[in-house]
DNA sequence: GTACTGATACTCT
DNA sequence: GAGTATCAGTACT
């Protein structure tokens, strides 16, 4: 399978959000492949948004949301999770899709390693828990999905897909956009 | 089953 | 210094 080209990544977060679902992202590490189908994602906007990490300006964290489509975006979210991101929109329009679950395809048995927790359910089932699965760290901040050792590939055609609004914000919480395939048993929440 | 809590370190004001 | 795009464990019903 080959990764997704970088146009896919070049348009608004919400298209990109909404048409990952279903795809498949996969990590290749030293220690074997580890890949899940993408099963719940949100939409972050730049200005107009004030849940995002871009609402005001660009900053030592959040400068990849400003740069080209298609990189990811590794931060740490309450001090001890690292949630990944994949930028969106031209460069110069800030922009991200928060990955928020997976369902786990290959390398299980790496996951559960890496996660150390034997339920399968709890392995990709949130946005703190995917990263630590995939062995994702701030490492591959601003790494270019579209080649190299972390990216995206086609998966399912068709899914269906529900929304709902975003999960964990204090500020910007009242719009629909938080996507998920409707019934699967890694959404963080239904 | 749901509800609440503490852990934790980094970022920007 | 305040706030945070979370999670696992514990205590309840």
Redesign the pocket.
């Known amino acids: 399978m080959t990764p997704l080209k970088q146009s896919f990544f070049s348009r608004a977060p919400r298209a990109v959000a909404r048409n990952l679902l279903g795809k498949i992202l996969v990590h290749r590490t030293r220690r074997g492949l580890i890949s899940g189908m993408i099963v719940e994602t949100?939409s972050?906007g730049g200005s107009d948004d004030p849940?995002?990490?871009a609402y005001?300006k660009i900053?030592?964290?959040?400068f990849v949301?400003f740069g080209p489509p298609g990189y990811s975006y590794v931060?740490?979210?309450?001090?001890?999770?690292e949630?990944f991101?994949v930028s969106t929109e031209k460069q110069g329009i800030p922009a991200?899709v928060?990955v928020r679950a997976l369902e786990p395809l290959d390398g299980i048995e790496l996951m559960k390693r890496n996660?150390g927790?034997k339920n399968i359910r709890?392995l990709t089932s949130?946005?703190?828990?995917l990263t630590q699965a995939l062995g994702i760290t701030r490492r591959q901040n601003n790494r270019a999905l579209f080649r190299g050792d972390l990216f995206i590939v086609p998966g399912r055609r068709k899914v269906a897909i529900a929304r709902s609004r975003?999960?964990?914000?204090?500020?910007g919480a009242d719009k629909l956009l938080r996507f998920f395939i409707k019934g699967n048993p890694y959404v963080?929440a239904q």
């Open positions: 949100e972050y849940a995002s990490h005001k900053t030592q964290r959040n949301m931060y740490l979210c309450y001090g001890m999770y949630l991101n991200a928060l996660r927790v709890s949130g946005p703190g828990k975003r999960i964990g914000l204090s500020r963080s």
